[in-house]
Nanobody, 122 residues
Framework: QVQLVESGGGLVQAGGSLRLSCAAS????????MGWFRQAPGKEREFVAQ????????VYANSVKSRFTISRDNAKNTVYLQMNSLEPEDTAVYYC???????????????WGKGTLVTVSS
């Protein structure tokens, strides 16, 4: 059974940092693209960052560029999202997702975790 399990969310003050983890299991993700998305209360889910597991190439949303860093640990089959200089606007449920290159995360071959809540207080 394929699973993506997020952890590391919590409450942090503005300006602080958190590191989210996404543990992947149940299949080989070495050829997949791993992504982080977030959904704030009353808003649509939005893209945050992604990394190609095979070559490590990354893409970031403009709103988090220079503050967030996505990385991976091949041995642990885990993807991370290091979040620095957090702002109240970063408050959201953060989701880990995986999809084959060129496919939509929302397609039939995409996988999603259940999310972890990040709350940034002002």
């Amino acid at each position: 059974q394929v699973q993506l399990v997020e952890s590391g969310g919590g409450l942090v003050q503005a300006g602080g940092s958190l590191r989210l983890s996404c543990a992947a299991s149940g299949r080989t993700f070495s050829s997949y693209v791993m992504g982080w998305f977030r959904q704030a209360p009353g808003k649509e889910r939005e893209f945050v960052a992604q990394m190609s597991w095979s070559d490590g190439s990354t893409v970031y949303a403009n709103s988090v560029k220079s503050r967030f860093t996505i990385s991976r640990d091949n041995a642990k089959n885990t993807v991370y999202l290091q979040m620095n200089s957090l702002e109240p606007e970063d408050t959201a449920v953060y989701y880990c997702a995986a999809t084959p290159p060129g496919s939509s995360y929302y397609g039939s071959m995409g996988y999603w975790g259940k999310g972890t809540l990040v709350t940034v207080s002002s």
